[in-house]
């Protein structure tokens, strides 16, 4: 058994949920883990001088239940409820029988936390303009919901910093525009993901070989 994790971060409202659910139809063994699911409550949530509840912060997340729960369907990816599946992909090269699992963790902080840092085999960064990002937002209904002047004020100043210690420190982030269509996102990510689990089959292939041949010797 094999897992591949796949981060699929970035900015609000830059449509990662919708392409990780996109992706979770089309690649087989798949399943999706979302950030937002550790929220701490609303009343463990800081309060900066303004009265803005400091939500776009790591400490705002129960971080390492996160990972615990990474880590958990990590080791038994069956036991999640994922529907195995024969890896179906057009390069006949790639048919195995062997099962690979594929676990999409989506969410707004995910490459600034080092405990995750070890996990990803890919890792993909979603991005948008301030204008759009803002447009996007105000679209939305959240619970609670956004202040006046919170985007500003808060939410676009922490991706800004978050995005920059980013860029600074970390390597191997595939890098994606959000105002492109979803259609060209997922081709997109689809296709670098197919290429990986490629990669791992060949791997995998490669210490069958290995083993079969050592067998032989001693036999």
């Known amino acids: 058994m094999k897992v591949l994790v796949i981060g699929l971060g970035g900015v609000t409202n830059g449509g ?3 392409l990780a659910e ?6 087989p063994n798949c399943d999706i883990i979302s950030q937002d699911d550790f929220f701490k409550p609303e009343s463990e949530v800081e309060t900066d001088e303004r009265g803005f509840k400091l939500y776009d ?3 705002a997340l129960y971080m390492d239940e996160m990972v615990k729960s990474i880590r958990n369907w990590m080791t038994s990816p069956a036991s999640s409820g994922v529907v195995t599946e024969e890896l179906q992909i057009t390069c006949d090269n790639l048919k195995n029988t062997d099962v690979v699992y594929i676990l999409i963790v989506e969410g707004f902080l995910l490459y600034n936390y080092e405990p995750l840092n070890e996990l990803w085999n890919r890792r993909y960064f979603l991005t948008l303009p301030y204008e759009e990002c803002k ?3 105000s679209t939305r209904v959240y619970q609670p919901p956004d202040t006046p002047g919170y985007f500003d004020g808060h939410v676009w100043p922490m991706y800004l910093k978050y995005k920059s210690e980013l860029e600074e420190n970390a ?5 994606l525009d959000g105002t ?4 060209e996102l997922l081709s997109s ?5 197919i290429q990986e689990l490629k990669k791992l089959r060949e791997e995998i292939n490669k210490k069958l070989i290995l083993l079969y041949e050592n067998i032989a010797r001693i036999m």
């Open 16 to 18: 990662k949920t919708t």
């Open 180 to 183: 492109k269509s979803q259609e």
């Open 171 to 175: 390597s191997n982030i595939v890098y």
């Open 22 to 27: 996109k992706l979770k139809k089309m690649l």
């Open 189 to 193: 990510v689809y296709s670098d993901i």
């Open 135 to 137: 447009r996007r937002r």
């Open 57 to 59: 912060v790591l400490d």
